[in-house]
Every structure is written in structure tokens, then in C-alpha cells.
């Protein structure tokens, strides 16, 4: 089992540039492959990109695609996203996720879930 944390959410402008991190405890943070979620407020969770275990591997929205980096430290245990360019709309709340086979954009199958951190971006 493994617990995920995330941080780094905040206010920001639109045009603007924030970096998320996940911090993970309690497991083989290396043996996970991680992705990032986010649900804005009325709207269906959705999925942003995931990154495989080995850093590789990257699958990314398209409305992100550009924008929107994903990276891992395993040696830290720790995810990150770095989201520039930021748009209103892209205000949520963004959650971590980890599962040990590749699943892709399959939010439903992921076995651990962050508490999440509120993003919101002002126009």
C-alpha cells in the first residue's frame, strides 16, 4: 500500500505557471506507475497524463499536451506536474494516482488516490 500526497496547488493568474508535487510513502514508489487527475467543480473527474514507472513513458491529455509537463524523482518518491500557460478553466482540484499495471486514462482502476489540492486559476 501506498499513500499520496499532493502540494503545491495555490492561485495563479491566467498565462501563468504552477508546479504540483506528489509525495508518496509507505511503498515502492518505483514500482508504480503515476498519473494526475483533475476535477473541476460540476464536472467529471478527468485525466491529465501519467507518467511510467521508469519516468519513460508519457501519455498526456490532448488538452494539455505542450503545456503541461509530467516528471518523477523514484529516488525522492515523488511525482510532479508542471502546468504552464494555465487557463480559467483549468481551475480544479488535481489528484494523484498510482497502480501497478499500465492503465492508462482508466481513473476507474486505479488503486491509490491522493486527497487532492485545489488549483485555481484567475482570469
Known amino acids: 500500500q501506498v499513500q499520496l500526497v499532493e502540494s503545491g496547488g495555490g492561485l495563479v493568474q491566467a498565462g501563468g505557471s504552477l508546479r504540483l508535487s506528489c509525495a508518496a510513502s509507505?511503498?515502492?514508489?518505483?514500482?508504480?506507475?503515476m498519473a494526475w487527475f483533475r476535477q473541476a467543480p460540476g464536472k467529471e473527474r478527468e485525466f491529465v497524463g501519467v507518467?511510467?514507472?521508469?519516468?519513460?513513458?508519457?501519455v498526456y491529455a490532448d488538452s494539455v499536451k505542450g503545456r503541461f509537463t509530467i516528471s518523477r524523482d523514484n529516488a525522492k518518491g515523488t511525482l510532479y506536474l508542471e502546468m504552464n500557460s494555465l487557463k480559467h478553466e483549468e481551475t480544479a482540484v488535481y489528484y494523484c494516482?498510482?497502480?501497478?499495471?499500465?492503465?492508462?486514462?482508466?481513473?476507474?482502476?486505479?488503486?491509490?488516490w491522493g486527497q487532492g489540492t485545489q488549483v485555481t486559476v484567475s482570469s
Open positions: 494516482a498510482a497502480n501497478s499495471k499500465w492503465i492508462g486514462e482508466t481513473d476507474s482502476s486505479y488503486d491509490y
Open positions: 509507505g511503498g515502492t514508489f518505483s514500482s508504480y506507475h
Open positions: 507518467v511510467s514507472w521508469n519516468g519513460i513513458n508519457t
